[in-house]
């Protein structure tokens, strides 16, 4: 029987020809990567190992991304921690202030996570990097530890979920949209512990950035992992960031998968998740009209160059409303950059948001936008859990770039194609 490309990449990890699901194996790993709130408390377990050295300094990134800039004393003492264990263990892939990014922004901008790739983050959303067709899941602070002093992690070989997207975009609807509907469709645990992979005509035609999107948000089905099959577009992106060699895998015709669910999505629209989980989802047309305290765009699921891009189509020449709080930040210190020659920057800044420095901050309630009691927002982030942007008694609705643009102008969750 033929293997997903899942199976494939796990089975060669392994060293094996062939892995079942279920099956229990041992993967040596291309990337472990840590952020400054999972990141100390590895460390603290890695340096109860008493080895005097990590696998490979080369293979471990470490991203303080969460609180930076540091908001206050205790994200400054996590911060220095992983700081001193880049210095002393010569971790080159560090990235703090100046140089850094969201970690899911700045990995693949930076050549550092590649198709074929076997991945472990001590953070939910590392499986962004199925997008370029590697295996990439999240794991605890304890599982990072050992892979960094070993190299490896074991795993049980997931089921796959075949989702089959055809028919023609329309317009304004993105990645954003296909993933929300998606988690709608299935739940928020219609995929536990399940390879989600995203294939079909239209999945073919994404950009990097839209595919990046939704592996990203495999996590709020509950699924190990997403990915998308490595393609031309996806040598292209690569081409020129790979800092190392890579392979290609294919699903085989013959692959078997626990479910397969196909969607024409030539009758979308852009969608929205209402609080308080990804899975309440509607059309926009359907929410337009409810009212807003804050917008957010950015987050490591929609702070890249295209999503910006769209939203500064749409807040070009107008104001944000005035009773409107809008929040941009960019993914990484290079989309900023790019995004301030293409004019993006000047036009958010004349429209009357304020841009950010990239942080994970406002997606997490962390800083940097965290909302008060009864107030409501609209947010290009991927979570919208009960107290997940500040107040528990707040609420959090979920869009595209483009919707949160069109709101943050009109003051109430609108449908971009109405400003």
Known sequence: ???????????????????????????????????????????????????????????????????????????????????????RWGIKNYFEIGCMGIEHCLLPEQGLVLPGDMIIGADSHTCTYGALGAFATGVGSTDMAAGMATGEAWFKVPESIKLVYYGKMPPWVSGKDLILYTIGDIGVDGARYMSMEFTGEVISKLSMDNRFTMANM?????????????????????????????????????????????????QFEPVIAFPHLPENTRFVSEAAGISLDQVVIGSCTNGRLEDLKIAASILKGKKVHPEIRLIIFPGTQQIYLEALRQGYIEIFIEAGAAVSTPTCGPCLGGHMGILAKGERALATTNRNFVGRMGHPESEVYLSSPAVAAASAIKGCITPPWEV
């Open 1 to 87: 029987m033929g293997m997903t490309v899942s199976q494939k990449i796990i089975a060669s990890h392994a060293g094996k020809e062939y892995v079942a699901p279920g099956e229990l194996v041992n993967c040596k790993l291309d990337v472990i990567l840590g952020n400054d709130v999972t990141a100390p408390v590895a460390i603290a377990e890695f340096e109860k190992l008493g080895i005097d050295k990590v696998f490979d300094p080369e293979r471990i990134v470490l991203v303080p991304d969460h609180f930076t800039p540091n908001k206050d004393i205790k994200s400054a003492e996590q911060n220095k921690i992983m700081r001193e264990f880049a210095r």
């Open 218 to 266: 495999a996590i709020e089905a509950g699924g190990k992992n997403g990915i998308i099959a490595a393609d031309d577009i996806t040598r292209e992106y690569v081409e020129k960031r790979a800092k190392r060699p890579y392979k290609i895998y294919q699903s085989d015709p013959d692959a078997s998968y626990a479910e397969i669910r196909e969607y024409d999505v030539s």
